[in-house]
C-alpha cells in the first residue's frame, strides 16, 4: 500500500506540466514537486538516511578528490542538491529540465539504488537535506 501512494503521489507530481528548468545545480530544491514523507515512514535524515545512500552508490564516481564534485562533503549535496534529485528519481519530477534524466544517476556498473531509496532521496533533497 506505502509504495501505491508513493507510486500515485509521483504520477501526479509529473503531471503537472514541464515546470521551469534549472538553469544551474544552485536551484533550491522547492522546485520539485515530490512532497509528504514517503506515507508515514520517518523522514529520511542525512546521518539516517542520505550519507550512507552517498557513500554505497556515489562516492566512487564523486570522491573526495574532486572539488566540485565531492559527495562526501555535506555543502557540496547542498549546493548540487537539484541535480541531484532530478537524476535520481525515478520518474520525471515537475522543475527538472530532463538532463538530467530521471534514473541517469548513478552512473556505472552499480550497485544502483531501488525505486523506493530513489524516492526516499528525492523526499530528502526536497525536505531541505536534514541532517
Given amino acids: 500500500m506505502r509504495n501505491l501512494i508513493c507510486m500515485l503521489a509521483l504520477a501526479l507530481a509529473a503531471c503537472g506540466g514541464g515546470g521551469t528548468p534549472a538553469t544551474s545545480d544552485l536551484a533550491t530544491p522547492s522546485d ?3 512532497t509528504g514523507d514517503l506515507a508515514g515512514a520517518p523522514a529520511p535524515t542525512y ?9 554505497k552508490y556515489c562516492i566512487s564516481c564523486h570522491p573526495s578528490a574532486s572539488s566540485t564534485r565531492d559527495f562526501t562533503q555535506y555543502s557540496v549535496l547542498q549546493q548540487n542538491a537539484h541535480n541531484i534529485a532530478c537524476g535520481v ?3 520525471a519530477l515537475s522543475g527538472c ?3 538530467p534524466a530521471p ?6 556498473s552499480g550497485p544502483f539504488p ?4 530513489r524516492r526516499q532521496l528525492v523526499v530528502w533533497v526536497q525536505d531541505g537535506l536534514p541532517q
Fill in 32 to 34: 520539485l514537486a515530490v
Fill in 47 to 55: 546521518a539516517g538516511f542520505a550519507q550512507p545512500f552517498f557513500v
Fill in 89 to 91: 528519481s525515478p520518474t
Fill in 97 to 99: 529540465s530532463g538532463n
Fill in 103 to 108: 534514473s541517469q544517476f548513478p552512473i556505472g
Fill in 114 to 117: 531501488t525505486d523506493d531509496e
